[in-house]
Every structure is written in C-alpha cells, then in structure tokens.
C-alpha cells in the first residue's frame, strides 16, 4: 500500500541525505485520525488505515544560495544572468505533492474495503471526494476550462457598460463616459487574454512528453519531464523574477514540471522550465537519475533510458501511452528464432 509520508530531507543511496531550504514554507495538514474496530474474537484492535493521513511538505520556494553559477542565462540588451533557481516553482511542487496525495486516499479506500471496514471506507472516500472536487477546480482555473466562461460572463459586462456609456454621452456626462470607456478597455483586454488561454489548452501542441529525459540548454541540469502546461501558468511576480517575458518566445510558449537529478543539483529538486529552454539527448540516455518523487510517478525506464509514467499521471495531462519505435535489426532477429 502506498505510504505518503513527504518530508524536507530524504535519505540517498549515495550522499546521506538531500533537502531542499525554503523561505516560505506552506504546511499542508490532514487530520490524523484512529478508529477503533472489534475483531471476531471480541477483542478490540486499531485501525492504522488513516494515520498516515497527515503529511508535511516544504513546498520549494527560491533559495538565496552563495553557490557558483555553472552557466549564466544572458538576455539581450542587458548583462545580467539568472541562477537556476528562478526556475524553482512552489506550486508546481505543489501540485504533485497533492497528486500522491490523491492517489494515497485512493489506494486506502480500496484497502479499507479489502478489509471490509465499510465505515472507514465510506469516510475515505468522503475525504477523496473533496480532494477531486478541489483538485479538479484548481485544475479548470490554471487550465482554462473556466477562462471560456469568464469571457462569456465579461463579454456581457462589456455589452452593459456599452449601453450605460452611450447614455453617458447622451447626457453629456463626459466624465462618467470616460471612466467606462476605460472599464471597458480593461474588460476586453482580461476576455482576450482568457479566451486566448483557453483555446492554447484546447489546441496544445508539446514537443516533450511525460517521462522523457531532457537537459536544460542553459544551466546543463538532466531531468525529467512529469507535467506540462501550454502556457506559462506561474504568477506575474514567479515570470518577473524569472525574466520570462526576456524569453524569444515569452509566457506563450509550452512549460513543463521537471524532475531535477538530484545528484547535479540537489536544491532544485522540481522547475518549472520554459519549451525553448529543454533540449533531448541525442542518444538514449540510460544513465542513473535520482529523484524522491521517480518512484511514485513512474514505473521504471524503458528500453530508451526514459520513464514510464503511471496511468494517474497520463489521464491527469491526458496523455496516450509511449510506444518506442520497432528497431528493424531487433525484429529480423525474432524472426530468424
């Protein structure tokens, strides 16, 4: 059964122990709850199916390190360079700690019926039906879904404050008619840009996809890819800080959740990286990749060197499986035995 027990420091293979600092650390708390079932043989026994339902995280914000910078990221028209931190993304890590969450109260309603404890199963399943409701709505805002009906809903305003500045100018109250006109500038512009986000969900096209190994073209960092977005979905002060808008293809381009290796840069552990800036081997890359999170997402490496990832994470970017290509030489030799 799968344990969800996320925390700060977690122990390596080869390096003892990694952590990620955070100057804002958000705690996500569940409470942990136990109940108390009666045996056949009358005697009573706890039941352990829910004490692990609180777990902390520090979710990973950009850490102000005194490090050497192994290659700078320099725009144009200017001299100053970015560490690889910028890319860090809090609600990018956010987002799949809730995801293992998801899928930790999925697995305990199934075992608490395996059990055939019915009561705890029903309050799993209450609790999982929160989390979906709130995760699908989180989801619909970053994605678009209900971008299409914000710009219904400020269309109509528009429609609206149109009649009521027209009525201005029939008075002449020039002023009145000036502060909508403005309101109305501002609407337009907030439907556009709602419109536009919803048709790139709609439409979008990656030239990565979930478990592929990929490099950072700048900062020379292995990762891999476990979620994608079309547009960039972080927020003006995360984009500011990141110098997106100095990107040749801005905020408008596909950004992806990548996995760093923990073993090239053990503070980065989830970015938040712009297409243009991701680059695939040109070789399979069959190297060792750590990372706390490949495990849970992930079945193993396929015969390429990336990722398989589970079925939860294909349906949550509804993404078909990866069939690696038939290799001429590997067929003739089936056929030959």
């Known amino acids: 059964m799968l344990a969800l027990s996320l925390s700060p420091a977690t122990a390596s293979a080869k390096s003892g122990v990694y952590a990620t600092d955070s100057s804002c650390r958000r705690q996500f708390s569940l409470t942990k709850r136990t109940f ?9 026994h706890q039941s352990q199916c829910m004490q692990s339902f609180s777990f902390s995280a520090n979710v990973i914000a950009t850490r102000r390190r005194e490090v050497v910078v192994r290659a700078g990221w320099l725009f144009k028209g200017g001299e100053k360079g970015l560490d690889a931190s910028a890319e860090q993304s809090e609600s990018a890590n956010e987002d799949i700690l809730m995801f293992f969450f998801q899928m930790d109260l999925a697995t305990r309603v199934q075992y608490a019926l395996n059990l055939e404890q019915y009561d ?12 979906e409701a709130e995760v ?34 029939e008075t002449e109250d020039y002023a009145l008619a000036s502060k909508l006109r403005d309101e109305i500038s501002t609407l337009e512009a907030d439907s556009l840009a709602a419109s536009a986000k919803a048709l790139a969900y709609e439409n979008a096209q990656y030239a990565f996809r979930l478990g592929q190994k990929v490099k950072h073209k700048v900062f020379g960092y292995r990762a891999v890819v476990c979620g994608m977005d079309p547009v960039c979905c972080e927020s003006n002060s995360w984009m500011e800080a990141a110098q997106i808008q100095k990107l040749a293809r801005g905020s408008n381009q596909p950004f992806y959740q990548v996995l760093v290796d923990v073993y090239e840069d053990p503070n980065l552990l989830v970015t938040y990286v712009p297409e243009e800036n991701l680059v695939a081997p040109d070789q399979p890359d069959k190297d060792r990749f750590d990372h706390p999170y490949i495990s849970i997402l992930f079945y193993g490496m396929d015969g390429a060197g990336d990722f398989i990832p589970i079925k939860q994470l294909r349906e949550k970017y509804s993404q078909p499986r990866h069939e690696l290509p038939v290799n001429p030489e590997d067929q003739k030799d089936g056929d030959n035995a």
């Open 36 to 44: 108390a079932t009666s045996g056949s043989d009358g005697q009573s």
């Open 120 to 131: 705890i199963s029903q309050q799993l399943r209450n609790k999982l039906t929160e989390v």
């Open 136 to 169: 699908i709505k989180q989801q619909e805002a970053k994605r678009g879904s209900s971008s299409k009906s914000e710009a219904q809903d400020k269309a109509i305003s528009i429609i609206r404050l149109r009649a009521d500045l027209q009525k201005a100018v």
